[in-house]
Each structure stands twice: as structure tokens, then as C-alpha cells.
Nanobody, 119 residues
Framework: VHVVESGGGLVQPGGSLRLSCVAS????????IAWFRQAPGKEREGLSL??????TTYHADSVKGRFTISRDKNTVYLQMNSLKPEDTAVYYC???????????????WGQGTQVTVSS
């Protein structure tokens, strides 16, 4: 099993980025996929998830209305709009079995992709 994130980069405040998460070794729509982030000196924060089966989504209050998670076959996206400097962090994709909550344990993690929001 291999999970890979991409799409990070440097963006100005107010800008947008779309992160992608691709997994090999299994079919992603059978799993709950979540996005997390960790900024320097801060704890890891759960942002968004999309569940298997019913495709229920969740977004943390800190990103609700700005970030959108979606799934297309074996790729999960995190569309990030209206980015703020405080969104600067390493963003991780995580994969877990069953219909998980953002606080549950996830089985597989990617290596992360850096998002920097700065003018």
C-alpha cells in the first residue's frame, strides 16, 4: 500500500490550491480517506474526510466553507479556496478501513505535501 499526496506549493493569501491523494495497492472508494495538516510547533489537525459506501463528508470548522473534499475513482482531492497564512502546513492524506471519524486511527499515511500561504 502506497499513499502519495501532491499539489502543494506557494500561494498568495486568498488564492487556491487543489491537493490530490492517490493510493496504490487497494481501491480507495472502499476506505475512508481523510486530510490532516501539521504546522511547525503545532499538533496535527484533522481537516476533512470522505467516507466509504455513502460518501459522507466532514470538514472541520477551521476550513468549513473554504475547503472541499471529493473523490474521483482512485483519487481524493482537497480543494482549498480563500487560503490564509495560517493554513501554512504540511498536508497529509490518510486512509482507514470502515466509516471512520476524523479522530479515529488511520492505517496508511502519505509523506505529506507542503502548502505555504504567503505574500
Amino acid at each position: 500500500v502506497h499513499v502519495v499526496e501532491s499539489g502543494g506549493g506557494l500561494v498568495q493569501p486568498g488564492g487556491s490550491l487543489r491537493l490530490s491523494c492517490v493510493a496504490s495497492g487497494f481501491t480507495m472508494d472502499a476506505y475512508t480517506i481523510a486530510w490532516f495538516r501539521q504546522a511547525p510547533g503545532k499538533e496535527r489537525e484533522g481537516l476533512s474526510l470522505i467516507k466509504n459506501l455513502d460518501e459522507t463528508t466532514y470538514h472541520a470548522d477551521s476550513v468549513k466553507g473554504r475547503f472541499t473534499i471529493s473523490r474521483d475513482k482512485n483519487t481524493v482531492y482537497l480543494q482549498m479556496n480563500s487560503l490564509k497564512p495560517e493554513d501554512t502546513a504540511v498536508y497529509y492524506c490518510a486512509v482507514g478501513s470502515g466509516q471512520l471519524r476524523i479522530t479515529d486511527d488511520y492505517d496508511y499515511w502519505g509523506q505529506g505535501t507542503q502548502v505555504t500561504v504567503s505574500s
